[in-house]
């Protein structure tokens, strides 16, 4: 059965690849549309589904995943920096406390739905105005969810992780793998 990932985020595709898992990709070009009143938990089911739910349609033969992330400091969603500015606000805020990262999860296929989340607790150590300045100017965390990556320069200020870790650079590969195989997609011989 033919796998495809709606996504185009680099990371997602990384840990695809750590799974061995052979897919194409189908990237949701639908404007996000999030329902009023939504928990943070209900709003990444929901992001996940919806650019499953586009997937599906172009690929309608084909088992999709469809996966969203956010970041949760103190019941606030922290998105990704709307310039380095904004990178430079939430490391400060961020900095020497927990946070929650959530993504949500969605394996769909013709008359077959299944979507899920999973949390990881972070906790980033004390950082100095120059090193968080010093960050940003790599340019390593405008394009991520809560203004830094824990895969690559990010990882210094990462002082702990309560959870998986793969589920914080944005796709929880066990749970994706236990939900591809409920899904029949794969089996655990993989043939």
Known sequence: MELILASQSPRRHEIMDFMGLSYQTEVC????????????PETVMHLAH????????????ACVIGADTIVDLDGEIIGK???PEDAIRT??????????VYTGLAVLK?????????????????????????????????????????????????ESIEGNYFNVIGLPAPVLYEMLLKAGAITEDRT
């Open 29 to 40: 070009t639908e404007p996000e549309q999030i329902p009023a009143g939504l928990s943070i």
């Open 50 to 61: 919806q650019k499953a739910q586009f997937a599906l349609h172009m690929h309608p033969d």
């Open 91 to 100: 490391l400060k805020r961020m900095q020497g406390r927990t946070h929650t």
């Open 110 to 158: 013709k008359d077959y739905e299944d979507v899920r989340f999973v949390t990881t607790r972070v906790r980033f150590r004390p950082m100095s105005d120059k090193e968080i300045r010093w960050y940003v100017s790599t340019g390593d965390p405008l394009d991520k969810a809560g203004s830094y990556g824990a895969q690559g320069l990010g990882s210094v200020f990462v």
């Open 81 to 83: 920096p709307k310039s």
